[in-house]
């Protein structure tokens, strides 16, 4: 758990535990309450042989169910939202949202959920939908929430002097192939860092770090973007 979770603010919400709530949604994706007023559900699942994950953006708090713990976190306890995309080996189409809040655990929300050993099922649209409707509560409770796009600069820029050393590195490999003859070898390196390029140059465009509003959601950051 990060720093900023530790300790209690002054006229920091407690959290509660809640007693009885349910809505759990095995397969993922979004719902919303039987009787249209408790907020829209989102739920995925981590991994394979975890527990689904279910959250409730209700108007007075975010309620959390996960395996036997559940929790009910009032909005103005929420200290961070963080916004991030984080590809997985089996979908590279994979976003987080984080939560930090006064006494509660961080929490993970992924728009991919489990389905199978060799498939991580996309949930976009139920996802965005979440992200939204979260916004519009912290926007609307006005908490000192501080909202974060991306890596944390500490990671993403020490990553990006990598990256583009390594992608110099290849192209020079290539110019000397070309001027050695070697044209299997330099198209080989060629196709390698057009991969290369492709796959972080994505990772790196859309992690890029910066602050937002709640009412102005990074494209970059969500599903589609």
Same mark, same amino acid.
């Given at each position: ?59 007075? !708090? $975010?309620?959390?169910?996960? +395996?036997?713990?559940? =929790?009910?976190?009032?909005?103005? *306890?929420?200290?961070? &939202?963080? @916004? ?54 912290l926007a609307d409770a006005r908490t000192e929430a501080v909202f974060d796009a991306g890596s944390p600069p ?16 290849? !192209? $020079?490999?290539?110019?000397? +192939?070309?001027?050695? =003859?070697?044209?299997?070898?330099? *198209?080989?390196?060629? &196709?390698? @860092?057009a991969f290369y390029l492709w796959q972080l140059g994505t990772f790196f465009r859309r992690n890029r770090p ?16």
């Open positions: 758990m990060g720093s900023d979770m530790d300790g209690d603010q002054p006229g920091a919400q407690k959290v509660h535990i809640l007693a009885g709530f349910s809505g759990s949604q095995p397969d993922g994706g979004s719902a919303t309450s039987p009787d249209g007023s408790a907020g829209p559900i989102y739920a995925f699942k981590a991994s394979l042989m975890g527990p689904p994950q279910v959250f409730r953006v209700a108007p007075d !708090a $975010l309620q959390w169910e996960i +395996g036997r713990y559940s =929790g009910r976190i009032p909005y103005g *306890a929420i200290r961070r &939202v963080r @916004l991030l995309y984080r590809p997985a080996n089996l979908q590279t189409q994979r976003f987080l949202t984080e939560i930090w809040a006064a006494q509660a655990p961080k929490l993970k929300v992924s728009s991919v959920s489990w389905a199978s050993l060799t498939e991580q099922r996309r949930q976009d649209a139920a996802y965005i939908a979440f992200v939204e409707a979260l916004h519009r509560r500490w990671l993403y820029w020490p990553g990006v002097v990598v990256f583009v050393g390594i992608a110099v590195a290849i !192209a $020079l490999l290539i110019v000397r +192939g070309l001027q050695e =003859g070697a044209l299997i070898g330099a *198209a080989v390196a060629g &196709v390698f @860092l910066g602050r937002y509003r709640p009412d102005a959601i990074p494209a970059a950051v969500l599903p589609g973007g």
